[in-house]
């Protein structure tokens, strides 16, 4: 790649200009828009696994619809997400059989269990929220097919926030052992929820090329501070506490202060070591196990098709 070719480049990408599947691109930003697309793709996918777990335990029939809308929405933005990645020549049984091995990343939060009704709340309220704070930015993405498909994905992460947002206020303005479950909960999502945004910028080995391309359109603190600054007052308005002693509103910044991360258990769960990393490379393998007819009669029709055309 010359240096001619690569300045040409960036000055399409900083002119706003968006660069779509033929144009020609550097093999660095093909690679990292493969990766994270990628993995975002996957984070969806294994994303259904701790919510489809409630949706026979729904406890009304209103909220096992929601439920059941919200994880099949989630299905639908893996699968247009893995098609944005083949746009960059990569096939979807490669990236499925990443996801399979284990050699894949895939967000560290769905390696934590949903263990009661009230997480299915938090879940949609903290992780959905957090996903959109990420997700809007990338709605600017340089790569025209991922920032498209953000936009669609956005509007149904806002669903999917407030339907949780509704599950916690519904049980904050229940009985007190609702409001207790809901404010345990809290305590359990907040700081896995606050992880999704990645590792400190200091430790963010790909920020700064993402940002120069305009991948990314914002460091990883930044959008997590954005979150906690929208989060508190959500939080304050349920009537619920986030975990965390040292949260406290900075007045000179315009932005709260908060505790470390503790990033031993990040990269614990990133490297595979999480509650239910191996639960969900598992769940996976067996939903692929069990697929595998769909797959071969869609491909024997499709050749039955083309043998009747051809004849
Ligand atoms: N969980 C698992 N892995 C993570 C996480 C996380 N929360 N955060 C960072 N990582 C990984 C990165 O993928 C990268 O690994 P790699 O080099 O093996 O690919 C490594 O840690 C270093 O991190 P960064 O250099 O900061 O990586 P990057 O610039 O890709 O930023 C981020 C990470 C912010 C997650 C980015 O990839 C992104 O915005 N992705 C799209 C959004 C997304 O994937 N959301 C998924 C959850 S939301 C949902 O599914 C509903």
Same mark, same amino acid.
């Given at each position: 790649?010359?240096?001619?070719?690569?300045?040409a480049?960036q000055?399409?990408?900083?002119?706003?200009?968006?660069?779509?599947?033929?144009?020609?691109?550097?093999?660095?930003?093909?690679r990292?828009?493969?990766?994270?697309?990628?993995?975002?793709?996957?984070?969806?996918?294994?994303?259904?696994?701790?919510?489809?777990?409630?949706?026979?335990?729904?406890?009304?029939?209103?909220?096992?619809?929601?439920?059941?809308?919200?994880?099949?929405?989630?299905?639908?933005?893996?699968l247009y997400?893995y098609?944005?990645?083949?746009?960059?020549?990569?096939?979807?049984e490669? @990236? &499925?059989?990443?996801?399979? =091995?284990? #050699?894949? *990343?895939?967000?560290?939060?769905?390696?934590?269990?949903?263990?009661? +009704?009230?997480?299915?709340?938090a879940?949609?309220?903290?992780?959905?929220?957090?996903?959109?704070?990420?997700q809007?930015?990338?709605?600017?993405?340089?790569?025209?097919?991922?920032?498209?498909?953000?936009?669609?994905?956005?509007?149904?992460?806002?669903?999917?926030?407030?339907?949780?947002?509704?599950?916690l @206020? &519904?049980?904050?303005?229940g =009985?007190? #052992?609702? *409001?207790?479950?809901?404010?345990?909960?809290?305590?359990?999502?907040? +700081?896995?929820a606050?992880?999704?945004?990645?590792?400190h910028?200091?430790?963010?080995?790909?920020?700064d090329?993402?940002?120069h391309?305009?991948i990314?359109?914002?460091?990883?603190?930044?959008?997590?501070?954005?979150?906690?600054?929208?989060?508190?007052?959500?939080?304050?308005?349920?009537?619920?506490?986030?975990?965390?002693?040292?949260?406290?509103?900075?007045?000179? *910044?315009?932005?709260?202060?908060?505790?470390?991360?503790?990033?031993?258990?990040?990269?614990?769960?990133?490297?595979?070591?999480?509650?239910?990393?191996?639960?969900?490379?598992?769940?996976r393998?067996?939903?692929?196990r069990?697929?595998?007819?769909?797959?071969?009669?869609?491909?024997?029709?499709?050749?039955?098709?083309a043998?009747?055309?051809?004849?």
């Amino acid at each position: 790649e010359t240096e001619e070719f690569l300045e040409a480049f960036q000055k399409r990408v900083d002119a706003e200009q968006k660069i779509e599947p033929n144009d020609p691109m550097p093999e660095g930003y093909r690679r990292t828009l493969v990766r994270q697309i990628s993995q975002h793709a996957h984070s969806e996918i294994v994303g259904m696994l701790p919510e489809g777990n409630w949706i026979t335990r729904a406890p009304t029939l209103r909220r096992k619809a929601a439920l059941l809308a919200k994880v099949q929405d989630e299905g639908g933005h893996g699968l247009y997400l893995y098609s944005a990645a083949e746009t960059l020549g990569v096939s979807r049984e490669e @990236l &499925t059989d990443q996801l399979l =091995t284990g #050699a894949a *990343k895939y967000s560290s939060i769905f390696n934590y269990p949903a263990l009661t +009704w009230a997480d299915i709340g938090a879940i949609g309220w903290l992780v959905d929220g957090a996903a959109i704070m990420n997700q809007i930015a990338l709605c600017r993405c340089s790569y025209g097919p991922y920032s498209r498909a953000m936009i669609r994905i956005c509007k149904e992460e806002s669903f999917h926030q407030r339907q949780g947002y509704e599950i916690l @206020l &519904t049980l904050c303005r229940g =009985t007190d #052992a609702q *409001k207790k479950m809901a404010q345990e909960a809290v305590n359990r999502i907040w +700081w896995p929820a606050l992880m999704m945004f990645g590792p400190h910028d200091s430790a963010s080995t790909h920020s700064d090329q993402s940002m120069h391309w305009k991948i990314k359109r914002f460091s990883n603190d930044n959008l997590r501070d954005k979150f906690v600054n929208a989060t508190v007052p959500q939080a304050e308005y349920l009537g619920l506490t986030v975990p965390d002693p040292n949260l406290k509103w900075n007045e000179e *910044k315009q932005g709260y202060d908060y505790s470390d991360i503790d990033w031993d258990e990040f990269w614990r769960v990133v490297k595979g070591d999480g509650i239910c990393n191996r639960d969900r490379i598992k769940a996976r393998q067996k939903a692929h196990r069990e697929g595998a007819w769909v797959r071969e009669a869609a491909l024997a029709f499709a050749e039955k098709r083309a043998g009747a055309a051809d004849a």
